[in-house]
């Protein structure tokens, strides 16, 4: 159902673009998000957006990530810029409909995010 892209290595401070297209019909009324996972830690939230495109974002990537949706394309998108160490996670796309009928909580593969410091 989803089919995250865009990770890779970068140096300290560099940008990567995540992307996310999710199959199906019901792109519009979905909740779109990005979690990520460090080695040894939790899946933690990173930024969500809406289907109506209200933005929520992780305390730590406040000002730096910019999450974003095109309802034409299916496709919700992860700007990261002025990366950090510790922003070294396997991020995963997350698309979420709470209300309404069918519900559903789909997660995309994971793809690798690697910021040398």
């Known amino acids: 159902q989803l089919q995250a892209s865009g990770g890779g290595l970068v140096q300290a401070g560099g940008s990567l673009r995540l992307s996310c297209v999710f199959s199906g019909s019901l792109f519009t009324v979905t909740d779109m998000g990005w979690y990520r996972q460090a080695p040894g830690k939790q899946r933690e939230l990173v930024a969500v957006?809406?289907?109506?495109?209200?933005?929520n974002y992780a305390d730590p990537v406040k000002g730096r990530f910019t999450i974003s949706r095109d309802n034409a394309r299916n496709t919700v998108t992860l700007q990261m810029n002025s990366l950090k160490p510790e922003d070294t996670a396997v991020y995963y796309c997350n698309a979420h409909r709470g209300s309404g009928w069918p519900r559903y909580d789909y997660w995309g593969q994971g793809t690798q995010v690697t910021v040398s410091s």
């Open positions: 957006i809406t289907f109506g495109e209200l933005t």
